[in-house]
């Protein structure tokens, strides 16, 4: 099996896209097509947010991302900003859409609570991490975890925070040695269900 890593490049969206769908289990509580179109605006929106970035390569198919932004420095490049803007539209076409997009928008401001919460200012943020769920307990999460850090060595930068929740496999977190900080429940009515999830933020001292 041969891993390699190097930065994003706009051919990779596609596949990562899907990773984000599967990983985020967009497809439980929205059509096929609106959990495209959700996952392209998460991704996209995560790639306004960044100075690094990496993606796991398996036999020449990303199978994995990392994005890191160093705050002082980050200045989003228009083309990332022209495709957050884009996918955003894209999924405010159906109702369907617009109806899933206020839960993304209501978990960017659970996010803000808990950085708020924290009350501290951090240098960086990881601002997203995934792996194919098909790909892991390969080592390929540690390997992008590594690189990510040796980035904010370069920069010289001692700490960073990420957002996580209950959905995802924040277990990792913790067995890298990084300490949760605050965390809040909330209630989604997904598909006339509740369906309740908790959301944590993270950091980690270099």
């Not at 967009?26 to 059509?31: A, I, P, Q």
């Not at 659970?110 to 098909?134: G, R, T």
Request: charged content about 25%; hydrophobic content about 35%; glycine content about 4%.
């Amino acid at each position: 099996m041969q891993i390699t890593l190097r930065d994003y490049q706009k051919e990779d969206f596609k596949e990562l896209q899907a990773i984000v769908r599967k990983t985020w289990h967009y497809d439980e509580f929205c059509s096929p097509k609106t959990a495209a179109k959700l996952a392209g605006v998460f991704l996209s929106s995560c790639l306004t947010n960044h100075t690094f970035s990496r993606i796991a390569l398996l036999n020449n198919k990303p199978v994995g991302i990392i994005l890191v932004k160093n705050r002082a420095i980050h200045k989003c490049p228009v083309k990332y900003r022209l495709k957050q803007i884009k996918s955003i539209l894209s999924l405010y076409l159906s109702k369907e859409g617009r109806k899933v997009s206020k839960i993304f928008g209501s978990v960017n401001g659970i996010d803000k609570q808990l950085l708020a919460d924290v009350n501290k200012s951090y240098p960086a943020e990881l601002s997203l991490f995934a792996v194919d769920c098909s790909c892991r307990g390969k080592g390929i999460g540690k390997q992008l975890f590594n690189a990510a850090l040796e980035y904010l060595k370069e920069q010289k930068l001692n700490e960073f925070y990420l957002f996580t929740d209950t959905s995802c496999n924040y277990g990792f977190y913790e067995h890298q040695g990084l300490v949760r900080r605050c965390e809040r429940e909330h209630l989604f009515n997904i598909k006339n269900q509740q369906a309740k999830m908790n959301f944590f933020i993270y950091d980690y001292q270099l």
